[in-house]
């Protein structure tokens, strides 16, 4: 490759790098050319990108956009996708493939922020629940504790008036 053929490719992988907020390894060996885009097809439909890159490109670029970790999980063949808004989306996507699919695919492992993610890691994010459902879960346990003491400071109160309502009904017999 010339030199400013490969300067180019670092400057467009050094933006895809900083842009992503998750960027999940695998191997790509024994995919045919139809597999691969087909692969790369139901990915773009959850805005991930799916790319081969030359390793020494990948950690030139790593290098560039200050994510020198994921260089940890870059080697041998290699191919990298991308998810740009929502970590679980692409790890979901990427998974579900995989698993519908009978290709000998694997995931190596993730980059998820500066954290690296081992296979089992991206695999268990990727069997997460939708978002919606964590927040309402959270919502719910945030609301646990709040209704748990209205409930103990009211007690007292619906004792009281259970005592009264005892009375008034005994006295007016």
Do not use: C, W
Not at 26 to 38: C, D, K, S, W
Not at 142 to 157: D, T
Request: glycine share 6%.
């Amino acid at each position: 490759m010339l030199r400013e053929k490969k300067a180019q490719i670092v400057s467009d992988l050094t933006e895809e790098l900083s842009r992503s907020t998750i960027i999940i390894a695998t191997n790509y060996q024994g995919l045919v050319a139809r597999q691969m885009a087909e692969l790369r097809n139901a990915l773009a439909k959850a805005d991930v990108g799916y790319h081969v890159i030359k390793n020494t490109l990948v950690y030139r670029a790593a290098d560039q956009a200050g994510k020198p970790h994921l260089k940890d999980i870059v080697e041998g063949p290699t191919a990298l996708a991308f998810g740009y808004d929502d970590a679980v989306i692409a790890a979901k996507t990427l998974n579900q493939y995989i698993k519908s699919t009978t290709l000998p695919l694997e995931i190596r492992g993730g980059l998820l922020g500066d954290r690296v993610l081992p296979p089992d890691e991206v695999v268990s994010l990727a069997n997460l629940p939708p978002r919606e459902i964590l927040v309402s879960r959270l919502i719910g346990q945030l609301q646990a504790p709040v209704a748990a003491l209205h409930n103990l400071l009211s007690y007292p109160l619906r004792g009281l008036v259970t005592v009264l309502t005892n009375r008034a009904q005994a006295t007016s017999k």
